[in-house]
């Protein structure tokens, strides 16, 4: 089903990268998903994101678990190597995949479910490990895909397109993230590009684990985790039909450098998505913990480069791994050879 | 069944074969201690100087699954014919531990002896008049050596390895220069070992008619041999055959495994840093790096995962991206393995599962031994998925089959899992001397290089694919031209996705007809005959030993059968054919529901009504009395 509303990118761009690729260069195949989608307002502003970061397609690869976000690796970057895992496990796969060549640049497309629900304990070790990857979470507050279950950012007493309750509170990756030691946390939204991709960019020049929160609204089942107002059921819910999926456009709004701004979110009910203050400092954990608490308390949703600290060496340089990627070692500089193997076992004579 | 088996493994008794008196050579020792108390490597002492005297020897831990204080025992064979598996009786028992006394008693055979501490069990009302008793008191002896309690415990076990070594005949110089290499650089150590061994030898040497009347006599049987357990042989293996990256979960009895590899690589894969610039960099060089000296880098990665499920997703990620990965791990990581075994197999990237199982269902128990995980493995995750499995008998194949693991699974791009078991992968075993042959190549399979890539004009992931079935791959990173989307949902032969019916079929029959393919690359099942026997004997893996004994003790008792051991699934023609060759085939392992039996039938055309069963599943290493009599009663002799 290909989608009625595109993401905003120009039909033709010819201005060229420091590499001489076109913006063009960095797409993907038509978009599956439903017209209006945040995923794809996000897929959009990572391909600019990647553009301007001069990044070589191919020496990028795109892993994802599976969900709705999940499915947008394959709408960008037609020429890197893509991998969409299972449910919830890109986090353990994105690791081996670094293990094996640390040379490449590693982007993981989660969702809020595939990776604060059922991978969540993966997400958590991944940033402990500061594998190095940009970790990208759609966050949606709902299920897309299984059509609308509460996710984990679900927002406390949040409607569901089928009306019940949600009665857990909500996980917030960035305290998560803040908790675990990470080194890289930012969120932004995927309807204000602008905003996004100096980011996504940041994220993808970051030496350890980026991990990007980005409000990327589902107009099918929509009912947002920082939604703090009551959720009106979906039109498909108001015709008792549920397989109609209505084409919506893409919900955008513009962060201000100030303040903040209210959201209204498709199915009723908004986010408000606050821009961080002047005299932000994103190296002080402290600081940054007491802000975001503040704001979460708050029903703010703060957005922007949250925190970052460089100093931190990654999961190889921790390890002391070779400085050639593990797959390109020859045979010969891994196998200790039959003289090697009778020594050995004199220890078990 | 034996007096000393039934005490430990509450089965029904079956009729027991015909008593064979121990000789020299030829024998069963079991030392009864409790767990803690370092009886291990005092065991393995004893077992190593009978090695070194030439005569094949095994010892099997009987382990509680517990750290400290409960029971243990450790059965020693000596056979100079090389057999090894357990028998079943015991002819001298080293009764170490006053908890389980009375119960190791009544274990010992008529005739035989029991070894035990007069410190520690001083008015024992000794309840059988046809075994010897020994009293050495162990613990008052080496109270001179040592005043530290805790040190006492364990000069108290090489005591015992003294007292019993003077009753077996066994070369105190040899034992004597095992402790030296024990505690090199350690003299303090090593002179209270010494001392220790010494005054349980003398004591038991000037009051005991030494040696008993079965004991060591030095041979030559263990000449070109190793002693050694299967998990360090597997991590041997994965040394040899290049492994990079290894993730895993700890869990006993597969722990060890990982253990070995770490230290191996510690050892062979570091080499001399250079600088070249890396090409995005990790961040600080080097600034949290613990354990890899100065100037130095690791040919390797070894990560320990949150859970089974990042372990092996972690070694599909790692393969997928052309490095030599695998994890270790037993039944319960296995489960949850699952799923992702099954994007392996359906996405068609290599991994390789070394599976130590051990007693199920659930966590059953940790410590003790089965072969209950055959057809979790072979159809490991929902869907039509098969997988490539191996069985090695003993660590020499662990070694050999780690290598066989790696080449079948990149040439395939599939999962292979090698079932070994808790008898193989924690009991040492004496096994021929592992051989490298240093022309070996692995065999990567099909990855496209770049130049292959410039040479085509498109490249299509899952098409065209070679007589085996295998469509070549490329690796993240190396050209544009190669890229393509790995998925674990519907595709095509081109790599795309598809709700098309035919055009999923092509790719799954495909997968069917390469997992068939692979039979030819995987270790052929071992076959003996004995002169037209009408009747076939079909094992697997660890049960090895003890069948191959019961044969040889069925011919001798004019019931002459042949024997096969499966070493690979899937199944080898040889298998079929040996189903169809006798009128009568008898499946022993090490299970409650006859798993190999069930895949024979499925998977080898295996007629049920003609395949007997004989399942030994109480978690300790099947004996050869079990085999011997669960075959007579299959042939209703
Ligand atoms: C093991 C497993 N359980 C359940 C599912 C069904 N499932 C598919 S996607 C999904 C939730 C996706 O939610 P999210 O990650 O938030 O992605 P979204 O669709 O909202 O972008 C679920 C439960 C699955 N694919 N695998
Ligand atoms: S269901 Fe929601 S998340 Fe999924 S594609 Fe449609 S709009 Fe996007
Ligand atoms: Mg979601």
Redesign the interface.
């Given at each position: 089903m290909p989608s009625i509303t595109k993401p905003l990118i120009p039909a033709v761009r010819r201005e060229r990268n420091a590499l001489g690729l076109t913006i063009r260069d960095y797409e993907g195949p038509m978009s599956t998903l439903c017209a209006g989608c945040g995923h794809d307002s996000t897929t959009a502003a990572l391909v600019q994101a990647l553009w301007q970061s001069n990044l070589e397609p191919h020496r990028v690869v795109k892993l994802s678990g599976i969900g709705c976000s999940s499915k947008t690796p394959t709408y960008f970057l037609r020429s890197a190597h893509g991998f969409n895992s299972v449910h919830g496990r890109m986090a353990p796969i994105a690791t081996g995949a670094n293990a094996a060549n640390r040379d490449l640049l590693y982007l993981g497309i989660s969702g809020d479910g595939d990776a604060l629900s059922i991978g969540l304990g993966h997400l958590c070790h991944a940033v402990r490990r500061n594998v190095r990857m940009v970790y990208l979470i759609e966050n949606n507050g709902v299920y897309g895909l299984t059509k609308g279950q509460f996710s984990p950012t679900a927002d406390l007493g949040s409607l569901s397109h089928r009306g019940e309750h949600n009665l857990v509170p909500p996980i917030d990756p960035m305290l998560l993230g803040l908790s675990l030691g990470a080194t890289f946390l930012a969120r932004g939204f995927s309807g204000d590009k602008a905003h996004l991709v100096p980011i996504l960019e940041a994220a993808l020049a970051h030496r350890g684990f980026a991990l990007v929160d980005v409000i990327s609204p589902c107009v099918q089942f929509n009912n947002h985790a920082a939604s703090t107002k009551s959720y009106a059921a979906t039109r498909a819910h108001e015709l008792h039909v549920t397989d109609l999926a209505v084409p919506h456009a893409p919900v955008t709004a513009t962060i201000p450098t100030e303040g903040a701004v209210d959201v209204p979110m498709p199915g009723g009910g908004s986010v408000r998505l606050r821009a961080l203050p002047a005299d932000y400092d994103p190296t002080d954990r402290r600081s940054v913990s007491a802000f975001l608490h503040e704001h979460a308390g708050r029903g703010e949703v703060p957005t922007g480069l949250l925190f970052l600290d460089e100093s931190v060496p990654d999961m190889h340089e921790r390890s002391g791994s070779s400085r050639v990627p593990l797959n390109q070692l020859a045979f010969d500089e891994l196998c200790p050879g039959a003289d090697a193997l009778d020594a050995l076992q004199a220890a078990y004579r | 069944m034996s007096a000393w088996a039934a005490s430990i493994d509450e089965r029904p008794a079956a009729p027991a074969p015909p008593e064979r008196a121990p000789g020299v050579n030829d024998f069963s020792c079991t030392i009864a201690t409790a767990n803690g108390t370092g009886s291990a490597s005092a065991n393995a002492l004893l077992v190593r100087a009978v090695?070194?005297m030439g005569v094949p020897v095994s010892g099997k831990n009987l382990l509680p699954s517990n750290i400290q204080g409960m029971p243990t025992w450790y059965e020693i064979r000596v056979n100079g014919d090389g057999h090894t598996a357990r028998t079943g009786r015991c002819h001298l028992m080293a009764a170490m531990n006053a908890q389980t006394f009375p119960q190791d008693v009544a274990a010992v055979a008529p005739g035989g002896y029991v070894l035990y501490d007069a410190t520690a069990v001083p008015s024992y009302r000794w309840e059988r008049d046809d075994v010897g008793f020994l009293g050495v008191p162990l613990s008052l002896l080496v109270g001179e050596v040592s005043e530290d309690p805790r040190q006492r415990v364990l000069l108290r076990n090489v005591a015992y390895v003294g007292a019993l070594s003077a009753l077996l005949a066994v070369d105190p110089t040899v034992v004597a220069a095992a402790l030296s290499e024990r505690f090199a650089g350690r003299p303090e150590l090593e002179q209270a070992n010494q001392r220790a061994f010494e005054l349980g030898f003398d004591h038991a040497e000037s009051r005991v008619d030494c040696p008993l009347p079965f004991h060591v006599a030095p041979a030559h049987g263990t000449a070109g041999a190793?002693?050694?357990d299967g998990n360090?042989s597997t991590a041997?293996g994965c040394?040899?055959?290049?492994a990079?990256?290894a993730?895993w979960y700890p869990i006993t009895p597969s722990t060890s495994v990982m253990d070995r590899f770490g230290e191996l690589c510690a050892r062979?894969?570091r080499?001399p840093?250079?600088?070249?610039a890396?090409?995005?960099?990790?961040?600080?060089?080097?600034?949290?790096?613990l354990?890899?000296p100065a100037g130095?880098?690791?040919?390797?990665?070894i990560?320990q995962?949150?859970?089974e499920?990042?372990?092996?997703?972690?070694?599909?990620?790692?393969?997928?991206?052309?490095?030599r990965?695998f994890t270790a791990t037993s039944g319960p990581g296995l489960s949850l393995m699952g799923?992702?075994l099954g994007?392996a197999y359906y996405a068609e990237i290599p991994a390789v599962v070394f599976d130590v199982q051990r007693s199920g269902p659930s966590t059953g128990m940790p410590t003790r031994t089965q072969q209950a995980d055959l057809l979790e493995a072979a159809y490991a995750s929902h869907g039509d998925t098969k997988h490539l499995l191996l069985f090695p008998a003993d660590p020499k194949e662990c070694f050999d089959f780690a290598v066989v693991a790696f080449d079948a699974a990149e040439r395939f791009q599939t999962p292979v899992l090698v079932l070994s078991d808790f008898d193989i992968g924690m009991n040492d075993w004496v096994v021929p001397?592992?051989?490298?042959?240093?022309r070996?190549?692995?065999d990567r399979g099909r990855v496209l290089s770049r130049g292959d890539l410039a040479s085509m004009e498109r490249y299509f992931r899952y098409a065209p694919w070679d007589d085996e079935h295998v469509a070549a791959r490329?690796?993240?990173?190396?050209?544009?031209?190669?890229?393509?989307?790995?998925?674990?949902?519907g595709h095509d032969s081109l790599g795309d996705?598809t709700e098309a019916p035919q055009r999923y079929q092509e790719v799954v029959d495909r997968l069917a007809a390469k997992h068939a393919a692979a039979t030819g690359h995987l270790p052929e099942p071992l076959v003996e005959h004995h002169g037209g026997a009408r009747v076939g004997v079909i094992t697997l893996g660890s049960a090895d030993a003890a069948v191959r004994e019961a044969v040889e003790e069925l011919a001798g008792r004019g019931v002459p059968v042949d024997y096969l051991r499966v070493r690979s699934f899937p199944f080898h023609a040889a298998v079929a054919d040996f189903l169809r060759a006798h009128d009568r085939c008898i499946v022993v392992e090490q299970n409650r529901d006859g798993q190999l039996r069930s895949l024979l039938v499925a998977e080898a055309a295996a007629a049920p009504d003609r395949l007997g069963s004989v399942r030994c599943y109480g978690g300790l290493p099947v004996t050869v009395p079990d085999v011997v009599d669960g075959i007579l009663l299959e042939l209703g002799r």
């Open positions: - | 090695f070194r190793v002693l050694m360090t041997i040394l040899y055959a290049g990079t990256v993730a062979y894969r080499v840093d250079v600088q070249p890396d090409a995005l960099g990790g961040g600080p060089a080097g600034a949290g790096d354990d890899t130095q880098r690791d040919n390797y990665l990560v995962a949150e859970d499920l990042a372990a092996i997703g972690m070694v599909v990620g790692a393969n997928w991206n052309g490095a990965a799923e992702l994007l001397r592992l051989q490298w042959d240093d070996f190549q692995p490329t690796l993240p990173g190396v050209d544009p031209k190669g890229a393509y989307f790995t998925r674990g949902s996705y």
